[in-house]
């Protein structure tokens, strides 16, 4: 048989980068690649604890079938965290996704036909790409400086794309840069979005990993007509493996991705629910991020001096505030891709993200996306020199 398949499918293509990532898995490589939170710093015995409870619970009810748009007591839990960071909302604006990444999913099928124009950064979370594009849009960029999204120039991507249908932000700790986006920037990304009709998604899976500066408002609590879909997750500051994010929306807008939800896998899994909610009950999840972000801000700090140390000095690197990663930019000609193949992996034995993915349009391959959260930090020291060696003697 040779399957015919659908027009969509024809972007709906492998990583470039999946081959060069999947070396990063051996355990003899130093892999500064994935998004991944520090596994040391899971709370297991908390969640060992709320699993037992909830399994051997009378009635079996966190084993059964739960309400598609997620637990209510869970969603009650995700409003109160959304009202104690400025946003007004009950647990009837909360809808439970398995993890924030399937938001992007919904977002991009319930308002963008094939042709239609997404607006996104430059770079940007290069997971969003790969979600928007079963849906065949197009996409403008605007590029991002150290006050996050270039605002001034979105109004000018705006004007020369009136039919654009959607805006996507990572307004704190970008993916892959590092940079936040200023408060002025934000209430000026509101007011074109109201002027031009465009519905923002704002991707938070980083907002509560700050660990200098100060917390700016979410695009969501400036959001005055409605048009601002936020999603956050449990990914970075619980685990990942519960899969469990959420989103935030007007009433219309949360219906649409409700019955997206209902066609895509009926509900979240109730048992990861459930031992969420307990968890969220029974222990202290600020207590938990505060540590996290201690961890997180040493990390930083460790790889940020390590590339002082070891790297040539026309070799940039963001400064993060908060966040997982730091972003490189390496010398015009320079290719990522091609060293992480040919030098790093099997020369230097480190593994990063090369960063011409990234850019929806315009790949630009002298940059890369490098991770300080996962790795502790002897490695980070000992991956970063092995890496530096390797830049100072490979020929640019």
């Known amino acids: 048989m040779t399957p015919r398949f659908a027009q969509r499918m024809a972007e709906v293509r492998p990583s470039a980068i999946g081959e060069l990532l999947a070396l990063g898995a051996d355990p003899s490589i130093i892999s500064f690649g994935g998004g991944y939170p520090d596994a040391t710093l899971f709370p297991a015995e908390e969640l060992e604890a709320c699993f037992r409870e909830v399994i051997r619970a009378p009635g ?3 084993m059964q079938y739960a309400p598609s ?9 995700i409003a109160g965290l959304m009202q104690a960071d400025g946003v007004a909302c009950t647990a009837e604006d909360v809808l439970v996704l398995q993890g924030s990444q399937q938001g992007l999913d919904f977002a991009a099928r319930m308002l963008v036909d094939p042709g239609e124009v997404i607006v996104t950064e430059d770079p940007t979370f290069l997971g969003a790409l790969i979600a928007f594009q079963p849906s065949q849009p197009r996409f403008a960029v605007v590029p991002v400086d150290a006050e996050g999204m270039q605002t001034d120039l979105l109004a000018e991507v705006l004007a020369a794309n009136p039919q654009a249908r959607m805006l996507y932000t990572v307004p704190d700790f970008q993916n892959p840069t590092g940079v936040t986006l200023s408060l002025a ?29 100060e917390s700016l408002p979410t695009l969501k609590s400036l959001d005055s007509e409605g048009r601002v879909i936020h999603l956050g997750s449990f990914s970075k500051v619980l685990v990942p493996g519960l899969r469990l994010g959420w989103a ?20 979240t899994s109730t048992l990861n629910m459930a031992v969420a909610s307990l968890y969220l009950d029974r222990y202290d999840l600020a207590a938990h991020v505060a540590g996290l972000r201690r961890a997180y801000a040493a990390k930083k700090e460790v790889m940020l001096d390590a590339i002082r140390r070891h790297f040539p000095q026309e070799i940039g690197a963001t400064d993060p505030e908060g966040g997982l990663f730091t972003w490189l930019r390496f010398p015009e000609g320079f290719d990522a891709t091609a060293f992480m193949r040919e030098v790093a992996l099997p020369r230097a034995r480190v593994a990063y993200v090369p960063g011409a993915t990234f850019f929806p349009l315009t790949p630009r391959p002298n940059h890369a996306r490098l991770n300080f959260s996962a790795q502790p930090e002897a490695k980070i020291r000992e991956g970063i020199k092995a890496l530096g060696e390797a830049l100072k003697s490979h020929p640019r």
Do not use: C, S, W
């Open 60 to 62: 079996g009810q966190a």
């Open 185 to 213: 920037r934000r209430h000026e990304l509101i007011r074109l979005a109201n002027a031009h009709d465009l519905v923002v998604i704002e991707d938070t899976p980083y907002r509560q990993i700050r660990f200098a500066g």
């Open 248 to 267: 935030v929306a007007a009433p219309a807008l949360l219906a649409r991705m409700g019955l997206l939800k209902v066609a895509a896998d009926t509900q």
């Open 69 to 77: 748009n997620g637990l209510p007591r869970l969603r009650q839990q």
